[in-house]
């Protein structure tokens, strides 16, 4: 099920919806990597309910304490990043 | 207090307190009903014992030995005769006596049931994080399965539902329970079932909800007064607390005496009755004790609720001192940073200075001054007390000042009055946004009213109407230098809203300038040096743009205003004349667009689209570029400089303004009448069934739509006439042309007609059946029937039309209020869900936790009062820049 040539990161209908933002699940190495130059921890992250549909549309399968990237798009800015923590509730 | 140690507290755990705390907690048992004997003095084990409080300078509490003000008192205790319900917890009571058993005390529900609540309620008392369920959620739940439950699951009896007659009746098949029997039964609920019902057994147990002690509150929070009379008069608490311990003290003596059952139980629910108004005097189902007086007594709840409680009165509601308020009223000399302030506010409000050998001849003088004055007329800054570096308050008079004068020196502290130049916050309720409170500079004058300068009120949403605002007075160095540099009225010229300035000219300001400035006004050098002495401009005059004038060499007004613009502004624009309807070679034919060509205006007249809040470009500009120190002086000098033209000019409207010509309202009527014969034409069409749906509509939708069109188009012409005989030489229409005040459409409809009425967005069409009033016929669909008004204000309205034209403007009335009101606590909800966050260091947004809200500062780091309405570049005037305008 593939729809338009944008559908990549899986072809899973949800991320057709030009408002539903892109969503990477960081690996444990790259974690560090992105947030130490924040200089923010991962409990000081926003979180993201393991429940939530955009985890669930992911190609890997997401767990607790995960981070996952969000590139949103932004009205001020064009283009935004996120991290958000997962959590189970 | 000073001896308190500060600790820190790692936790607070909130239950109902057992007999046993409320023994621990006490300091005396109370077991007299009086106060005091006849020496005045606190009778021992009665309700003011020295041992929970003095109340009385002098005496020593009997538990602290502290004096008077420095003890907070101690609580007490009353052992009650039998025990009582909590009135406050008979509804939880009732709750669990229908989940339990009676004899066994068991849950009722199976034990697997038992397990899984207790679980997730111990699961999330483990967990730190706060969640969105509660235990109080869970146990409710659990609760009410246990409720459902037709029997026993433990030994299978069947079970018998109890009632709550409120507020503390049980009853159980009709028959009533007493106290005692409520209590015995939820001792009798086993630990281990205590977790599911939303109890902790480690801290609580369910009988406490029955009181057999009953908990004294201290002396100092039930102060007794004395009367002038020297009669003392007791405070409510201790009235009702006296009728508890009479009532107790029968009912144990009528019991011990083996009394008739009737009467203990009697005596019994005269005790309930006492406790539950000594703590809510507003329970449902039960008359409120009474005062001798009639009054109603104020007890525990009474104390805490609503607006007059406790929480909303004192402890959200704080008042302040070095405070003022009274009306306001305007004074265009003052500057936007500064608020006239009267003498008679002045000399109360004060200033504490702290003496050094820099201030200390001045302070002196002050005294001096103020008591022996040289200049009586002169406003000096007195000094009303002074405190001495052992911290005592002295207070300046007629007979001490020489004393006091001559032994000040550095290191006292002086509170001097208000003076010119002092830092003070200026605010008007309702204080919607930062902009309702904002900080000038005092300017001490006659009168009784403070003055603002014109330019602020529309930050502070204020006229003149009777207004009043207040002032408060900082009282630190360190408050003082916070209100200069973040709250000034000059930090407020732009708005974070939306990048872009609000407070700028208005109203006068903009109709002087464009008096001053348009077309070919020139002033001869009288005029030109009388203008300009308003700006207090120094320096040569510039080179007079009509030398060979009549009379005289002339100065044109835009000269005179190019004195306030800076020296490298270029800029080109439509004024707000600008007639949208022609082409730009027609306007600026007209001089109706503005160019300004290194700080020279070389055309165009300065009106609303120069100098006004959000529309204004010179305005934008300069506080942009320039900061806000200019952006000050411009706007100051602005409002001086129209007032000066204005003074030269005059301006004035009434209503000949609004007259035009017969032979226009000739043809508005005719345009009128037309416009109504093609609304017949359209509803002819409609009745006789021949009329077409536009697609998406039924066919009444189309035809309405189709006629608020023809109406709404013979009001634009009949607006469209009308002004063709409203010239520039009008000065309602320069007001409305130049942006000052009102619009072409308000002329329009006081010189042509007013036009059609809407309701709900839709023509008139409610009253009675099938018509809106009994003038007309039933089902007449034409434009009179159904609220066109062809009258103008200045002619006057027809009795039908008037009433449409009240229609229309009551739902406006009813709008505001509502919307008023609605987006009043929409936007509260979100300034309480919002107002902690920070913007940290790193341009994070965090809120108190420290948890990250936003990665970047608005996703762009941009602080929007410093951006060209929200864009960080005003890409359009760096290319112009760059490319010199080509």
Known sequence: MIFGKDAKMNDNILWLNKLVPKHILLKESEIDEKLNPLNITRDQLPKILLKDPALKALDEEAKPNDVVEVHRFSESAGSNLAYRLVVEE | ????????????????????????????????????????????????????????????????????????????????????????????????????????????????????????IKALMDSDAGTTVSIGGIAKRAIREATKSKSCPHCGEPKIKVTLDKPTTFREEGRKLTPKEVRSRLEKVPNSDLLCLGFNPEVTRPEYMVLTVLSVPPVPMRPSITLESGERSEDDLTHKLVDVLRINQRLRENRDAGAPQLIVEDLWELLQYHITTYFDNQTAGIPTARHRSGRPLKTIVQRLKGKEGRFRSNLSGKRVNFSARTVITPDP????????????????????????????????????????????????????????????????????????????????IVERHLMDGDIVLFNRQPSLHRMSMMAHEVRIMKGKTFRINLCVCPPYNADFDGDEMNLHVVQSEEARA?????????????????????????????????????????????????????????????????????????????????????????????????????????????????????????????????????????????????????????????????????????????????????????????????????????????????????????????????????????????????????????????????????????????????????????????????????????????????GFVRSSYKSGLTPTEYFFHSMGGREGLVDTAVRTSRSGYMQRRLVNALEDLRVKYDYTVRNTANTVVQFQYGEDSVDPTKSKFGKAIDVDSLIDEVTGGK
Request: with cysteine.
């Open chain 2, 1 to 120: 207090m000073r001896e308190m140690i500060p600790k820190k507290i790692s936790k607070i755990d909130f239950a109902l307190m057992g007999p046993k705390e409320v023994r621990k907690l006490s300091a005396t048992k109370v077991i007299t009903a009086d106060t005091y004997d006849d020496d005045g003095f606190p009778i021992p084990m009665g309700l003011m014992d020295l041992h929970m409080g003095v109340i009385e300078p002098g005496l020593r509490c009997k538990t602290s030995g502290r004096k008077m003000d420095e003890d907070p008192g101690h609580f007490g205790h009353i052992d009650l005769a039998m025990p009582v319900i909590h009135s406050g917890y008979s509804k939880t009571i009732k709750d669990i006596l229908n989940a339990t058993h009676p004899s066994s005390g068991r849950l009722m529900l199976t034990q697997d049931r038992i397990d899984h609540y207790t679980k997730q």
């Open chain 2, 482 to 786: 916070e209100a200069r540099i973040l709250m000034r009225v000059q930090e407020h010229i732009r708005s974070p809203r939306f990048g872009g300035a609000v407070i700028g000219a208005i109203h006068d300001h903009i109709t002087g300038m464009f008096l001053l400035t348009h077309g070919t006004a020139s002033y001869d050098i009288d005029q030109t040096v009388r203008i300009l002495s308003r700006v207090s401009y120094k320096g040569d005059l510039p080179k007079p743009d009509y030398p060979k004038a009549e009379g005289g060499p002339r100065w044109s007004g835009r000269q005179i205003f190019s004195v306030l613009l800076p020296d490298d502004m270029n800029l080109k624009y439509n004024a707000s004349v600008y007639f949208a309807d022609r082409t730009p070679e027609e306007n600026e034919e007209l001089d109706m667009v503005v160019e300004i060509v290194n700080g020279n205006m070389i055309r165009g007249p300065v009106d609303g689209n120069s100098i006004s809040a959000f529309k204004g470009r010179i305005l934008e500009e300069i506080s942009r570029l320039q900061g806000s120190n200019a952006a000050r002086d411009f706007i100051d000098k602005v409002t001086r400089l129209a007032v000066g033209a204005l003074m030269e000019t005059g301006c004035t409207t009434g209503i000949d303004d609004a007259d035009v010509p017969q032979d226009a309202l000739d043809q508005i009527t005719e345009a009128q009448i037309s416009a109504v014969k093609e609304v017949d034409k359209l509803v002819n069409a409609y009745n006789k069934g021949k009329f077409k749906p536009r697609p998406g509509r039924s066919v009444e939708e189309t035809l309405e739509v189709e006629i608020m069109g023809v109406l709404g188009r013979v009001r634009d012409k009949s607006g469209e006439i009308a002004g063709w005989h409203l010239g520039m030489d009008n000065f309602a229409v320069i007001m409305a042309r130049s942006g000052a005040r009102g619009s072409m459409l308000n002329l329009s409809q006081m010189a042509g007609s007013i036009g059609q009425q809407a309701v709900r967005g839709e023509r008139i069409s409610r009253g009675y059946e099938r018509r809106t009033l009994s003038h007309f016929n039933k089902g007449d669909l034409g434009a009179d029937a159904k």
């Open chain 2, 333 to 412: 000399y003052l500057s936007i940073n500064q608020v006239g302030v009267p003498e008679l506010a002045a000399r109360e409000l004060t200033v504490p200075v702290r003496i050094n050998i820099h201030n200390l001849a001045f302070m002196r003088d002050l005294i001096k001054e103020n008591f022996v004055p040289t200049d009586p007329e002169k406003y000096i800054p007195g000094i009303n007390y002074m405190i001495r570096p052992d911290g005592r308050r002295v207070k300046l008079t007629d007979e001490n000042w020489e004393f006091n004068h001559d032994r000040l020196e550095p290191g006292f």
